[in-house]
Every structure is written in C-alpha cells, then in structure tokens.
C-alpha cells in the first residue's frame, strides 16, 4: 500500500526544536520531490519546504534559517527539524508528494508551540 506517515509533532516552548519525519511505504521517496506543507488554526494550508530528488531543498522564508529537510534513504523516510521555534509555527505539519498522477499526503502531525 502507497501511504506517507508523519509523526514527531507535539508540545514545544518558544525557542525549542522538534524533528518531525515521514516515512513512506509502497514507493522509494528518494525517487519523487516530496513537499512539507502545514496548516495553522484558521490559516490555508502552506508550502514550506521541498526535497527534490537529488537532494537539493528550497524553503519558504517564514522558515529559512530555522528548518532543514533531509531524506535517509535507507529507511526512506524524511524528516524537517525544526528549531528556533515560534508561536506562528502552530500547525498540523503533512508531508506530501504527487505518486503516479495521485496527490498523496500524510494523515498530519500536530505541533504547538506555546509555553
């Protein structure tokens, strides 16, 4: 079965790091660009960061700076560690990729960033 799983998210102060990752099953995420998008409370959905497949990755400016993504390719998962982290950061975080024509994305994982 073709799926994405995010997991990681949680309770975080200002100031803190999470690592949130993605793991994929049913394909090689290696071989696809796969985006993290997020989705405040009462905000659209947003792209912040892409991994292309070699490796390269670009960021929104809200994050550039304080998010990195990277890819381990032998447990094909991904991961986007977050530090620096503000109170604007709260959001469900997805991962997501377009597999074969099909939009596929992640169940997403809370963070909230709050002291």
């Known amino acids: 079965q073709v799926q994405l799983v995010e997991s990681g998210g949680g309770l975080v102060e200002p100031g803190g790091s999470l690592r949130l990752s993605c793991a994929a099953s049913?394909?090689?995420?290696?071989?696809?660009?796969m985006h993290w998008y997020r989705q405040g409370p009462g905000k659209q959905r947003e792209l912040i960061a892409n991994?292309?497949?070699?490796?390269?990755?670009d960021y929104d400016d809200s994050v550039k700076g304080r998010f990195t993504v990277s890819r381990d390719d032998v447990k094909n998962i991904m991961y986007l560690q977050m530090n620096s982290l503000k109170p604007e950061d709260t959001a469900v975080y997805y991962c997501t990729t377009v597999y074969k024509t099909q939009n596929l994305w992640g169940q997403g994982t809370q963070v909230t960033v709050a002291s």
């Open positions: 049913g394909f090689m995420l290696k071989s696809y660009t």
């Open positions: 991994i292309f497949s070699d490796g390269v990755s």
